[in-house]
């Protein structure tokens, strides 16, 4: 359990997905306009990203590993990712179709975020988590991932009355608050 | 310019993946400590990117409408794996250092946005080098960035020791904070440099339109002259409103018309 909690903490806050591992970095500077879309697109990343980090360990552990296939991991879970945004997005359409309203648009962007790719393909290759503590680390990632979606879209919302100097005008100005942020959280990396 | 060194400019320069476009984010942050690094990456993805271009383009009327998108990623997939494994053989340290992002090209929206806008709709030959611009424009890019943050962030460049001893390296330069400083600086310096190059054009535009005015002013009089001159000229009903200065442009070029049709048609029969 405590191992758990540790795995938690260091994806969502420490190696912050967004500040520390550069990963879906796209959908974070696109998506992080306003507060609103911020929370729906943070919502459901969390919601595929748990799931697909469930279904690549499954995949990896009982079908790759045992027919000796590790090599085939990319293409194997990019397709998994694809067809299970695919399927998510249809299984809400039906079943919460609140939910659906609420995040449907974001749906078919979380295909290219790197960070539900880099999540399954660190599981198996760098970590070596099992199926728990992969899908805990998939869950923790995601959460992450809204927190530094949410802050930012925050952020830019206050942004926008400011005198910006103009060749600073649009993205550079968020990447500019992005390092800024960056700092604040290299200063949690002590905590573990 | 032919077409085949307009997409070389157009990938450099015009539409340059880093800087206009803002694609590949990510492993444009995250590899870039150092200008091998940099341009490692870069290189990685511009054979995945011509190759994959290639691919689709030759594929393009095979591949139905409605499943391109699921084609166009196992293509990307299949040689995204082939370039991770021969990167595992010949250069194990860059691979090594390269980590994850190396099998993360298959997401990375260059590629797949290339295969869509571009290589499912023409040539082979063009694909390629479509291919090559914009790989050439990542990698350019990423080197620049690579090579500030190691200089700054520790004194070298490639390894070599530029900087001199009692230099004290600016750590934050390769820590992740100042991957995002620096990428906004260079997007900041493009954008300024491209504003400053479409005021100049602009100011030019305007002092030509300025200089060719007084040449349209000289050339109108002696239309008017010339069209006038028979007493029965109906053009010069309008030429009061002309000489008053107070019709907008646009009745000034229907007159000048009219007087160069007439003088065209006087022409004729003389």
Known sequence: MKELLLIAVSAAIVNNVVFSQFLGICPFLGVSKKTDQAVGMGGAVIFVLTISALVSEFLYRFILVPLHFEYLETIVFILVIAAMVQFVEMFLKKAIPSLYRALGVYLPLITTNCAVLGVALNNVDKYDYGILAGTVNGFATAVGFALALILMAGIREKIEYNDIPKPFRGIAIVLVTSGLMAIAFIGFSGII | ?270
Request: overall charge positive.
């Open chain 2, 1 to 270: 310019m032919n077409k085949y060194t307009e997409r070389l400019y157009n990938g450099l320069i015009k539409e340059n993946p880093t800087t206009v476009m803002l694609l590949g984010m990510c492993p444009t942050l995250a590899t870039t400590t150092s200008l091998i690094n940099g341009i490692g990456m870069g290189l990685c993805t511009l054979v995945v990117l011509v190759l994959s271009n290639i691919v689709i383009s030759l594929l393009r009327k095979i591949i139905p409408d409605e499943v391109r998108i699921p084609a166009f990623i196992v293509v990307i997939a299949s040689l995204v794996t082939i370039v991770q494994f021969l990167m595992e053989g010949y250069f194990p340290d860059l691979s090594q250092s390269l980590g994850v992002y190396i099998p993360l090209i298959v997401v990375n929206c260059i590629i797949l946005g290339r295969a869509e806008a571009y290589a499912s709709k023409h040539s082979v030959g063009l694909s390629a080098f479509d291919g090559i611009g914009m790989g050439l424009g990542f990698t350019i890019a990423l080197g620049i960035l690579g090579g500030v943050r190691e200089l700054f962030g520790n004194g070298t460049i490639a390894g070599m020791q530029i900087m001199p001893k009692g230099y004290v390296p600016i750590s934050i330069f390769v820590l992740q904070p100042g991957a995002f400083f620096v990428l906004a600086a260079l997007i900041a310096l493009v954008t300024y440099i491209m504003s400053k190059r479409e005021q100049k054009k602009r100011e030019k535009a305007a002092a030509e339109a300025k200089t060719k005015k007084p040449v349209k002013a000289k050339a109108k009089p002696q239309v008017q002259t010339a069209s006038c001159a028979p007493s029965d000229c109906a053009g010069c009903a309008a030429r009061g409103g002309c000489g008053v200065q107070i019709f907008a442009e646009t009745a000034r070029a229907g007159l000048r018309d009219n007087a160069s049709k007439q003088i065209v048609n006087g022409g004729e029969p003389a």
